[in-house]
Each structure stands twice: as C-alpha cells, then as structure tokens.
C-alpha cells in the first residue's frame, strides 16, 4: 500500500531542506541582487549562495551560511538549479501586506533534486501557505577569477558614507570613475554627465575609513548602470568593501547585519568598462 | 570670483535654488557689490524671481573678475562682476536634499575655473569628505524684471503662514487665484472664467482683514488674477518672514518681497 507522506515525513526524499524562523533574514538579503529575473542557487554545507548576472559584465552574490538557518540539511555534496528570483521574492513576502509590526513569517524551503520544483512552506500566525515554483537548468556562472592574491588596492569605508555618495549620482553620466591611490586624492568617485563633472573625494584618514591598502594608484571606469543595482546592497550594510585587482576588477563585499544581529554577505564584482579614454583628475 | 559659505547657510542657498527651479529652467547668478543675486525667469517670461544674499551671509565674498579680453589691449585689467547662466538642473544636483546639507556639509566654495567657461562649487563635508562640481555655464546678460516700486499705490506686509494657511482651503489643482483689496478687506477667490455657468463651478472666497497684516496701505481698490504656481512657491512656500507685497492695477507686476531680520534679503517678484 503506497503511503501518502504528511507535511513532515519524508525529508528523506530531499536533498536540501532549510528552516528559517523569521523569512527576511533570506528575503532582504535576496533583494540585495534582485537586479534580473533570474538567479542560480547553489547550496553546499556552507550554507546558500544565490547569484544574479547581467551583459556578462556585473555578478551579484548573496550568501547565507548555514548556521544562519533553524535547520539546515543537505544531502548531496552540492545542490545548484535557476529559479526566478522576481517569484521567489514574492513568495517570499506573500504575508507583508497583511503583517502586523512585530509577526514575523517562518520558512521551510525544500528542494527534492533535478527536475522537482522549489517548494516554500510559510507560516505566519497559524495560517500556512505552499508554493512550488519550477527550477531550471543550472547554468555556469561567470568565474571572475579574481582572487586576494592579484588585489592591488583595498579599501573598507563605513557604508554610512558612501550610501549618500551613491545615491546621489549623475546618472547621466555613462560611467563612475574610482580612483584609487597612496596620493591625494586617495579615494575618489567620479562621474562626467551632463551637468559637467563630478567628484567626491575621501582622504585616507577620514574617520569613514576604517582600512586603507593602496600601494599604486589605479583609475579605472565602470559602467554606471551596471554598478547601480549595488546601491540596494549599500542600503543593507553597515560596512563595505572595494578592492581592485591588477586587471581592474572590482569586488565590492558588503557586511549586512540582519535583524537578530548575525552577519551575511553579499558581493559584486565588476568589470572594467573596456573604452579607454582620457583620464579627468 | 570666490565665495566661501559655512554651516546653515548653505542650506539655505540650497533651498533657494530648490525654490528657483518651480518656476524656471535656467539659474542666473551675478555676484554683484552688495551680494550674490540668484535669479530666474519662467519659460513665458511672466513670472520672475530673485534671491540676494548680502556679502555678510558669506565667510568671504570676493565678487570681480578680471576680465582677460581688456588685458590683451594692453589697457589696464578692468574687474568685472561675475555673471554667468546655469542649467537649473545642473545647480540642483549640487543642492539635492537641503536636509541632508544641514547635517553634512560644513562649507561650501564657489570659484569660477580657469577656462572661465566652468563653475566650480565644492562642498566640504564631515569625516573630511569633499564633493567637487565642477558645472558648465554661459556668458549671460543681467537678467531683471522691469517695475517701478514709486507707482505701486498698495503695500501689504504679512507673515508667509497666513498665506499658506488661507491657500490651503483652495483646491489643489487651481491654476489661478484673484486677489481684491477694497477698502478695508482682502479678498482671496479661486478665479473663474467669465462665461463660465456658475451653477456648475464651486467659488471659495477667503477674507482678510487689516489686523491680519503687519502692514496694510491700500490707497487704490485692486483686483489683478495670478498664476498661483509661480507665486506659491516661492512666495507662499518661503520659509523667511515679513512677507511684503506692492500690487498695482491688473497687466502691471505685483511685486513681493521676503526680508529677513539681520541684513540679509531674499526677494522674489512675480509679473
């Protein structure tokens, strides 16, 4: 006789169960590189990475350790699969509009393998909602090859300071310039829209600086559109941190607290925008 | 040309400038010998406004330019006053949250570039962060509005909150306002076009009397309709006291004027 398995029995059947007891700690984090539809989670014993590209140029990762979960199972050495962030997110969130300030909504995130859909159980004051949204097929994520050993330049600010630097940004200017140097101007955020030029300067023993490790001076130019999605993760964090590696990449690694105190990453990394032209100080 | 703002002041010139870009697109500065003049025009030329900090609102104020065309005939280099157009957007993106001023920016300096075909404002903020914009600007001529203060036969002197507080009972949406002094009474009516059935619109009338103004000398009965837009923002809207107004007879400026207690003048005028 086949037994029809209740809500709880048969975790065995799947290969990744994770149990949260108030959903944000995922959802802002999520939100955090909510730049495109779709996103590629990778889960391994360390916990949950979720990463969103966009032109093959900007990655973002959201990572969420395992310690940070109630209950955190995997029964695979790696789990990975796309789903659509934009449904995740709303899933997510379905109890917002009617939550009172203070409930929170738990989660029980199950994933059974290839082909079987994400199913979400959320719970907020006895009322239990089920969603299952499709996977698709896991595809490589860009490898930015970008590793401490190449970093040139380093720099770790409060995020206070540069949160305001960020959004109020020429938009109309196509790219932001960092600078970055042992010289005056040690750090500096530029832009050339249509207004004229702009530049916000941080001297390295600015109180918001709380590292400062540039050996070389590097100037290099981003596309503006393509970094403006980070301003989500700025928002979130308490700290952050921009490094440069010998080609010009950038890895940008925000410190996010979330509610009950415990610290979450989320990282951007950049490539520089190819056009080289001249260089406005 | 270089001027030097500290503390509040900035902000202040920041929510001048916010004021300014209500009516039009471009901000006209001149730094003349009794302060810096911030003006603008709107698009249809009806309707003009002007701020004037006096050099005492400055930490320093250095208003002349040498002007390099009267050096290359040999004549002695003549000083000029700084005068230049702005793109109104260009001024605000330095000024974007007047709040945020407050709290962050302990100085702000304003110089002309080297090209002279550059302002360069920069911002000096806490933990020794400093903002530069460096804005492109354009010769321009004086811009002023043409009135004669000697011909305006009313004047009333009221605090900005009384208009605010009588506009309010006007609907949100209404273009134009009428505005009658008769006697010993203000009226302020929602204007209604001529053939309009007036069984179909709703008239709000609002009535002032003398002891609501600081001053009240009416010499004329007037009635003249305005744009309420312009005025509202500028006039109504404005965050200094002793509100003064010269009104003449319908197609000739109404005049308003802001004063600020220690020296310093904000104006504004509307035609």
């Known amino acids: 006789m086949l037994q029809t398995p209740g809500p709880d029995a048969g975790n065995d059947r799947f290969v990744l169960v994770a149990t949260l007891d108030n959903v944000r700690h995922l959802s802002n984090l999520l939100k955090a590189v909510h730049f495109r539809d779709q996103a590629t989670v990778f889960a391994s014993a360390n916990g949950i990475r979720v990463t969103v590209e966009a032109a093959k140029s900007v990655q973002g990762n959201a990572f969420i350790q395992a310690c940070i979960f109630q209950e955190f199972r995997i029964e695979e050495d790696s789990v990975m699969f796309v789903v659509n962030l934009t449904v995740l997110l709303d899933c997510l969130s379905i109890f917002s509009a009617s939550s009172l300030p203070g409930m929170t909504t738990a989660l029980k995130m199950c994933y059974r393998g290839y082909g079987y859909p994400l199913t979400l159980f959320l719970e907020e004051s006895g009322v239990v909602t089920v969603c299952k949204i499709q996977t698709q097929e896991p595809e490589e994520t860009l490898d930015f090859d970008f590793c401490s050993t190449n970093v040139v330049n380093k720099i770790i600010l409060q995020s206070e300071s540069l949160r305001e630097a960020f959004a109020e940004l020429d938009m109309s200017s196509e790219v932001l310039q960092i600078t970055m140097s042992p010289e005056k101007p040690n750090f500096r955020l530029s832009t050339f829209g249509n207004a004229g030029s702009i530049h916000c300067d941080y001297p390295k023993d600015s109180d918001m600086i709380e590292a400062f490790h540039c050996n070389q001076t590097q100037c290099n130019r981003y596309k503006i559109s393509l970094l403006k999605p980070s301003i989500k993760a700025l928002a979130l964090s308490c700290k952050v941190s921009l490094r440069t590696d010998n080609r010009g990449f950038l890895s940008l690694q925000y410190m996010i607290r979330n509610e009950d105190g415990q610290i979450c990453f989320v990282e951007y990394y950049c490539c520089p925008d190819e056009e080289v032209g001249e260089f406005e100080t | ?271």
């Open chain 2, 1 to 271: 040309m270089r001027l030097v703002v500290t503390g509040g002041n900035v902000s202040v010139i920041g929510r001048a400038i916010h004021a300014l870009s209500r009516i039009g697109e471009d901000c006209y500065l001149e730094a003349l010998d009794d302060g810096l003049a911030v003006r603008t025009v709107n698009s249809s030329r009806s309707a003009f406004a002007s701020f004037l900090f006096a050099p005492a609102f400055f930490q320093k104020y250095d208003p002349g330019i040498l002007n390099p065309a009267s050096e290359a005939d040999g004549s002695q280099s003549q000083k000029e006053n700084f005068r230049c157009k702005i793109g109104m957007k260009s001024v605000l993106g330095v000024f974007k949250s007047p709040v945020t001023l407050e709290k962050t920016v302990e100085k702000c300096k304003m110089a002309l570039g080297r090209g002279m075909d550059q302002l360069i404002i920069q911002l000096l903020c806490k933990f020794g962060i400093t903002k530069t914009h460096n804005l492109a600007i354009q010769d321009s001529e004086t811009l002023q509005a043409v009135y004669d203060k000697e011909l305006c036969p009313n004047t009333l002197r009221v605090q900005p909150k009384l208009l605010t507080d009588t506009v309010v009972h006007f609907p949100t949406n209404l273009e134009e306002v009428t505005l009658e002094v008769k006697g010993r009474r203000v009226y302020f009516r929602n204007y209604i076009e001529p053939d309009t059935d007036p069984r179909k619109t709703m008239q709000t009338e609002m009535v002032l009397t003398p002891m609501e103004f600081d001053e009240f000398s009416v010499k004329d009965q007037t009635e003249i309709t305005f744009c309420l837009k312009g005025a509202e923002v500028t006039v109504f809207r404005g965050q200094f006291p002793n509100l003064l107004g010269l009104l003449q007879k319908p197609g000739s400026p109404g005049r308003f004027t802001h004063g600020l207690p220690s020296g310093k003048r904000g104006c504004g005028a509307s035609a």
